[in-house]
Nanobody
């Protein structure tokens, strides 16, 4: 059984910063791509940032220059550092990972989500 657990969400003022963390645990042989998605009320879930197993990041245009994704392969974690936060960044943020459990790859383990609210 594999679990992804996010932490670090909360309420922050516009222009502020937050750091989200996601830890994978359980039967893990290898982790491939990891990423952060978000879903605002009434909107579809969207990719915010992804990172390959080799550490190559990619970002959606709206967060480029403000958000930084990083991973620690030894700890099975992926972080999202969010700076210069805007009200439109308000959403539930989800961690996603592709994981090999020793038998096969499963593409798309999801965490339970963490709320980020940007408001004055």
């Amino acid at each position: 059984q594999v679990q992804l657990v996010e932490s670090g969400g909360g309420l922050v003022q516009p222009g502020g910063s937050l750091r989200l963390s996601c830890a994978a645990s359980g039967s893990i042989f290898s982790i491939g791509a990891m990423g952060w998605y978000r879903q605002a009320p009434g909107k579809e879930r969207e990719l915010v940032a992804g990172i390959t197993s080799g550490g190559i990041p990619n970002y959606t245009d709206s967060v480029k220059g403000r958000f930084t994704i990083s991973r620690d392969n030894a700890k099975n974690t992926v972080d999202l550092k969010m700076n210069s936060l805007k009200p439109e960044d308000t959403a539930v943020y989800f961690c996603k990972a592709d994981i090999h459990d020793g038998s096969s790859w499963r593409f798309g383990y999801w965490g339970q989500g963490t709320q980020v609210t940007v408001s004055s």
